[in-house]
């Protein structure tokens, strides 16, 4: 364990709880960080992580416990007075607005620092903000609108916005939480991110929140695991390990091998799915392949390959200019997601909260929105025979959900993937298109979703998937269609053995 000098102790949280109706958030949760330190925060979805690090930035207030912050007692009031103190979080979503410029964002709430007699100055505004960009190494004009940035642009913005704001508050130490910051960044983007942190560590206090274990084992100084609101371990890196943490925030080691490769069967003969040298040109071209049923087709590549657009074609999100998809071997032409539904394809977008759910309204409905048409009793919907089918799906996926009736947007990621799967499953698909199924998912929620396209697998259902990585694709599927600028560079076989990362990496780059 760390030996804590007293002169390193920044923030200590004593004792937190908190409830919610129905649920005990947490309890007697501790939690602290050293200065210049990157201290990880893991656990599975549910587990408190959010809840907790929402106390910390002042939009809740705890049940019980005390927050000390340099030695001192304090409570805040909202995330204003969190920033006062040099607490801030960059949520994964981010919080920049895309219609103003570099600057304008970079000193947003700020403004009267470069107003003089109530004449605001866009010259002093511009130098100020040139000069924080190049102390923080990133080159774009500060006064580009902020909607011509690339996420990780955006999201270094936010990093340099968050430590300046401290600054202004004369803050010697910021503490900067930072809610899966790597979810939408490519390999590269990644390794500079990181190389960022780490200098940015020289100056400040980061608390680094991930489902990526390997990530987190690789770049933090310390780990906290929490398990249903608890605290579960606390981990020097030396000693950390994926394998670790992975059984702290389950409770129990992992039976079997991750991906439940032991569960894999055999493809069966029928095929399903058929794309026939299909172009849409300048995004992919002359691709071909099958789906059996019961079979797992991953596609790998890097972003730009063109394999994001192969399943919008398939969903009807976009048409090919030339080539064929059959399904069940009738031709057919998809030009829109109805008719995709209408032939047993179903579609699990990337960004589930936003394309995958309706948020508001609650699990029962978005269980049966595909189905509302077949539920109907006259001009109502048949109410009970719709609670009926979302309990069953409840049961089936082992939903976590305090009622039917509890709006999509109250549950956690694992759980909104499973309801999203739902859908799908009461509409009978016979194909089924998943864009990353276990992006932003904790480790014990992904098992669950493994688990689950290893018995849609069984029941003959065909699955096209583009893993959160290459052991992600690897581990699930029957097939790997590898594609490089917009073409396929290899088909391989992962039926009877498993090809390595090393195998796909070859054709990726």
Known sequence: MTVRILSDLLLEMRGICKSFPGVRALDEVYFDVLRNEIVGLVGENGAGKT???????????????EIVLEGKKVSFKNPRDAREHGISMVFQEQSILPNLTVAENLFLGYEGFFSQ??????RKILAKAKEILEEFGLTFDPD???????????????????????????VRTPILILDEPTTFLEEKEIELFFAKLKEIRERASIVYISHRLS????????????????NAGVFDR???????????MVGRKFEGEYYLTDMQGRPRDEVLLEVRNCTKRGKFYNVSFQVAKGEVVSIC?????????????LFGLLKPDEGDILVEGRKVI??????????????????????????NLPVVENVTLPILEGLRKGAFVDSQKQMEIAEKMIHRLNIKTPSPRTPCANLSGGNQQKVVLSKWLVSRVKVLVMLHPTRGIDVGAKQEIYRLIRDLSKQGIGMIILGDSFEEDIGLAHKILVMKDGRVQAVLDATESKPTPADVLQYVV
Not at 144 to 170: C, D, G, K, T, Y
Not at 301 to 313: P, T
Request: proline share 4%; hydrophobic share 40%.
């Open 215 to 230: 990530e987190v084992v690789s770049l933090c100084d310390r780990i906290y695991v929490l398990k249903d609101g608890k």
């Open 144 to 170: 580009l609108p902020v909607h011509r940035l690339s996420f990780a642009e955006r999201q270094m913005l936010e990093i340099a916005r968050n430590i300046w704001s401290a600054q202004a508050s004369s």
């Open 238 to 248: 030396a000693e950390a390990s994926e394998e670790l943490l992975r059984s702290r």
């Open 51 to 65: 809840t907790l690090m929402r106390i910390l930035c002042g939009i809740h207030r705890p049940d019980q416990g």
């Open 117 to 122: 007699r109530g004449i605001f100055s866009k």
């Open 334 to 359: 998809i030009n829109s997601p109805e008719e995709a539904v209408a032939l047993g394809i179903g579609f699990i977008p990337e960004d589930r909260r936003s394309e995958g759910l309706v948020l």
């Open 301 to 313: 590549g890097a972003v730009g390959s063109g394999k994001e657009e192969v399943c919008q074609m």
